[in-house]
């Protein structure tokens, strides 16, 4: 970096900015805040259900009940969205538990939306956890093995985004990275009149291997294949950058880049180039590695997971969307 107009050592001695609590806090450049916060949530059928994740600590499958419950806390917290995730009792070959009236996120959206009307609640559209084979889009058997429909699968998506704001979400989050599928459900919210339902696309979903415990979590593992015909190679970026200038070009919101840590480069592209609003989703291998090498006294839980959000940040992130945001509103408060 050249010195350009700055003074020199001994005139210039930057650690003066550094003396004191307050000093850093006045000059500080980027700053955590409980209002750029979501926390994830996966709901399943039920009362009084609370299941454990094994592979992410702290984390539960919830019936609708409990899922009240902890979005409550999280919210008295001063947590202002959840993001939901839903786990039908059945799956089948077109996903149709994802656009029932009465689906697992359509009731937990009706429940939220009657008990904490001030909660902020985004759903998560896609159809692999309704899939019976696990995958984002509808299955066409060939010789050669299996092809994912990109078109016909515009359809349930769309379908199933309309269904989510009818009952009442406040936006709607398409995370399947099928082609065009930003077009087709704000077509189908604007035809149903609603066109102030906002969008949020996983316009920049890296097939990643930080997503491991999230399909535990999900009960959402590919029964084959994988999934890098439709989300992208983690070796492209120019690519995702045009993946986010098309999301933007039919009509999403607010985009975002999921995983975060390991895609810092893409999130601060991504913010410098269109200037919209950013998300950036620290995924489920994020917090459990975060989180066993605390327990293991490896690393402070808090001070790891609380640089890590301020590294989002300071990447250009608006929006976090963490499994730890309580305990990030929480440490913030203290």
């Known amino acids: 970096?050249?010195?350009?107009?700055?003074?020199?050592?001994?005139?210039?001695?930057?650690?003066?900015?550094?003396?004191?609590?307050?000093?850093?806090?006045?000059?500080?450049?980027?700053?955590?805040?409980?209002?750029?916060?979501?926390?994830?949530?996966?709901?399943?059928?039920?009362?009084?259900?609370?299941?454990?994740i094994n592979s992410m600590p702290g984390v539960f499958q919830l019936s609708p009940d409990e899922l009240v419950r902890d979005a409550a806390k999280a919210h008295s917290l001063g947590v202002p969205a959840v993001l939901l995730f839903g786990i039908p009792d059945t799956k089948d070959a077109?996903?149709?538990?994802?656009?029932?009236?009465?689906g697992i996120v359509q009731q937990a959206v009706r429940l939220l939306k009657m008990e904490l009307p001030e909660l902020?609640?985004?759903?998560?559209?896609?159809?692999?956890?309704?899939?019976?084979?696990g995958h984002c889009g509808i299955v066409q058997r060939t010789a050669s093995g299996a092809e994912i429909l990109n078109d016909p699968t515009l359809?349930?998506?769309?379908?199933?985004?309309?269904?989510?704001?009818?009952?009442?979400?406040?936006?709607?989050?398409?995370?399947?990275?099928m082609d065009g599928r930003v077009?087709?459900?704000?077509?189908?919210?604007?035809?149903?009149?609603?066109?102030?339902?906002?969008?949020?696309?996983?316009a920049a979903k890296f097939a990643s291997a930080f997503y491991g415990p999230f399909r535990e979590a999900a009960e959402s593992a590919p029964k084959f294949g994988d999934r890098r015909s439709y989300q992208m190679d983690a070796a492209n970026a120019n690519e995702a950058m045009r993946e986010v200038a098309l999301d933007i070009q039919e009509g999403c919101d607010i985009v975002m880049v999921k995983p975060a840590l390991a895609y810092l480069d893409l999130i601060y592209r991504v913010k410098q180039e269109f200037r919209y609003p950013t998300a950036a989703y620290s995924v489920s291998a994020e917090h459990s590695m975060i989180k066993a090498a605390g327990a293991k006294g490896w690393i402070d839980e808090r001070?790891?997971?609380?640089?890590?959000?301020?590294?989002?940040?300071?990447?250009?992130?608006?929006?976090?969307?963490?499994?730890?945001?309580?305990?990030?509103a929480k440490w913030l408060k203290e």
């Open 120 to 133: 902020y609640v985004i759903t998560d559209v896609c159809l692999c956890e309704y899939m019976e084979h």
């Open 94 to 102: 077109k996903a149709s538990g994802a656009f029932a009236k009465n």
């Open 303 to 328: 001070a790891v997971t609380l640089e890590s959000l301020l590294a989002m940040r300071r990447a250009g992130a608006d929006i976090l969307i963490t499994y730890a945001a309580a305990d990030v």
């Open 183 to 202: 077009a087709a459900i704000r077509a189908e919210l604007d035809r149903l009149g609603l066109i102030n339902t906002p969008i949020m696309s996983y």
């Open 1 to 52: 970096m050249s010195s350009g107009p700055f003074a020199q050592f001994p005139a210039y001695r930057p650690r003066r900015l550094r003396q004191s609590k307050v000093l850093r806090r006045l000059v500080s450049e980027h700053r955590l805040s409980v209002d750029q916060l979501v926390l994830p949530m996966f709901a399943r059928s039920g009362r009084r259900v609370r299941r454990p």
């Open 155 to 177: 359809k349930l998506l769309a379908r199933t985004a309309a269904s989510h704001a009818e009952a009442g979400a406040d936006m709607v989050a398409p995370s399947d990275m």
